[in-house]
């Protein structure tokens, strides 16, 4: 497919626009929000609590009077922060560890892949837990750093079988007549030939880090300072927003995650129908 | 057929082996030691340090080189002895954890098979439908992509405080005692109904649209386009499709469980389901280290069996692994 004619239906399809245009508007609200908030501190007290949404709190306060609004934005802020970190970082050891166990094959493929299942098998909230339980002080940087140190098995599992079946090709048997060396026969030659599915398992992991990190902030081993989605959400249980009614303290900051990763679901699969020609007639 | 069994085994058994080593290794090789830290929050009861402090020493093995900390214990692990708790002290934590399986477990198995058998079928149904699958799937969508806690939230809050039709705390009413009497048991599936719901509703779609995805793509290939020209009804293409569509589905499971069962941890505690999540986050909250390992533990060792039971599954569902492994193909 060339460059024109993928613009083409990149344009055209519904989906992949629809996904962008959600994005545009939360990175906008992330990185503005901040600054049109009336409050600069999401964990200033700046009013009376158990205020539903009015003029002066737009999202309403919650049992200690915090403003739900920058509480929200600076939220969207941490998880697009922990998504996008997380993700790259998982993404680029899957494809790391996929490529050298796909091309090298015989036992280093044997080991690496073996510890590849075993922590496929390792429920990764189950293994965050235990890491973050441990650790005195966390912030997003750490969080990040543990999802994506923990997510990486199945994207390495999945580049490695498309590495295998790459590898076998005339274009690769080409350049290593040429005395090409391995790094750039894999960089060169292999890895262009994955790039729409390398795009697609980082938009699939993205979603992934964001879940991961909301999970891991509502069990109460978030950052320890500072405010997330999750974080908003483990406070809102504690302090009984749902005995009380407050449905303003927990319904958005959960919607913000769903939309969040919904619009990923979304992109992915109009990515598939635009470098998938079988499914784009529908 | 026994090549398959003996090497899908040994990967669990290894991975067994490495959570264990991390159960180990991770209290005493984090930095900030752990242990130190956990002793100084009783430093205002100096009697009390002394007791923890030797009571460490010796459960711990500190004082001995590694390696016989290391074997000592698995000894320990193979008695059923994970060491005693310091939040419901002096219980052991094993006993603490057999008591909460149960409920976890009657809230994980109804949601995880129903929920699988009722999203393939949904899934099915509306793929290639074009009006309803342009309804069904954005909702699959969200139900997929919702935190599984938020989704129990929601539903906490509309079926248990704007119409008041369920209770939203427990697992039963705290006035019963438990017992097998008929008005025990309605109080409990009272309970029950909603934390099932709620990991039932995220499950349901995010197996919808696997399911919908797959059918659509066996439904271009060469099969039932052939079935399609010889004249064959859609029915039958399609429950030939099905067929074929539902083995990826069983691999997913398996993927599946372990995230299924982190998503239970986060439910329990919206529902403060006395579950194993439930108890987890105490431990967490309580810094009690001994209790949050077991928890660990047991949750793989679940999930290493859940995985073990797929795998028979798959080889009774699809003959091919059965004929390859025993050489009839």
């Known amino acids: ?282 | 057929m026994k090549k398959y069994f003996i090497k899908k085994v040994l990967i669990y058994i290894l991975t067994f082996f490495f959570a264990v080593t991390i159960d180990w290794a991770i209290p005493r090789f984090m930095p900030g030691n752990p242990i130190n830290s956990l002793i100084s929050r009783f430093s205002t009861l100096p009697e009390s340090v002394k007791v923890l402090q030797s009571y460490f020493t010796q459960s711990f093995g500190l004082d001995k080189p590694l390696w016989e900390q290391y074997l000592n214990f698995w000894k320990a692990l193979f008695k059923g002895d994970l060491g005693i708790s310091i939040y419901l002290y002096p219980q052991p934590v094993t006993k603490i954890i057999l008591r909460a399986l149960p409920y976890s477990l009657i809230v994980l198995l109804p949601a995880v098979l129903l929920s699988f058998a009722i999203g393939n079928r949904l899934g099915a149904f509306v793929a290639r439908k074009r009006k309803l699958d342009n309804i069904a799937l954005p909702i699959f969508y969200t139900l997929t992509s919702s935190p599984y806690f938020w989704l129990g939230i929601i539903l906490a809050w509309i079926f248990g405080v704007v119409i008041p039709l369920f209770p939203i705390a427990g697992a039963y009413n705290f006035g019963m005692i438990p017992s097998l009497s008929w008005e025990f048991i309605f109080d409990f599936l009272y309970h029950w109904f909603l934390p099932f719901g709620s990991l039932f509703l995220v499950l349901l779609g995010s197996w919808a649209i696997g399911m919908r995805n797959m059918i659509i793509y066996e439904l271009e290939a060469n099969y039932s386009r052939y079935l399609e020209a010889l004249g064959a009804s859609q029915r039958l293409i399609r429950r030939y499709a099905y067929r074929n569509a539902i083995l990826p589905q069983v691999t997913g499971l398996a993927i599946q469980i372990g995230t299924v069962v982190a998503g239970s941890i986060t439910t329990e505690i919206v529902f403060s389901y006395p579950g194993i999540g439930y108890i987890l986050v105490q431990s967490i909250m309580n810094q009690d280290y001994f209790l949050i390992q077991g928890c660990f533990l047991f949750i793989i060792f679940g999930v290493l069996l859940s995985n073990l039971l797929v795998d028979i599954f798959y080889v009774v569902i699809d003959p091919r692994i059965r004929k390859t492994y025993s050489g009839e193909v």
């Open chain 1, 1 to 282: 497919m060339n460059q024109k004619e993928f613009l083409h239906f990149f344009v055209k399809n519904k989906k992949v626009v629809f996904a962008i245009c959600v994005y545009i508007v939360l990175i906008t609200l992330a990185i503005i929000g901040p600054y049109i908030s009336p409050y600069k501190d999401p964990l200033e007290f700046v009013g009376p609590g158990y205020q539903p949404p009015c003029k002066e709190y737009w999202l309403g306060t919650n049992t200690f009077g915090q403003d739900i609004f920058t509480q929200l934005v600076y939220g969207l802020r941490s998880s697009l922060l922990v998504g996008l970190s997380g993700g790259t970082l998982a993404t680029v050891l899957g494809l790391f560890i996929g490529f050298v166990a796909g091309y090298k094959g015989g036992w280093f493929d044997e080991i690496l892949m073996m510890f590849t299942n075993i922590l496929l098998v390792i429920p990764t909230l189950a293994l965050l837990i235990i890491i973050a339980a441990y650790l005195p002080y966390r912030g997003i940087f750490i969080e990040s750093l543990i999802i994506g140190f923990t997510g990486w098995p199945w994207i390495a599992r999945a580049v490695r079988s498309q590495t295998l079946s790459l590898k076998t090709r005339e274009f690769v048997d080409l350049a290593r007549i040429t005395a090409r060396g391995p790094i750039k026969i894999i960089f060169g030659e292999i890895m262009p030939n994955m790039m729409s599915y390398v795009f697609m398992v980082f938009i699939i992991e993205f979603g992934v880090a964001i879940h991961s990190a909301t999970g891991l902030d509502f069990i109460g081993l978030g950052p320890t300072r500072g405010i997330s989605l999750g974080i908003m959400l483990q406070q809102a249980t504690l302090w009984n927003a749902i005995q009380l009614g407050m449905w303003w303290w927990i319904i958005t900051p959960g919607a913000i995650i769903t939309l969040m990763v919904a619009t990923l679901y979304v992109m992915n699969a109009g990515l598939d129908e635009v470098f998938n020609p079988k499914l784009r007639e529908m």
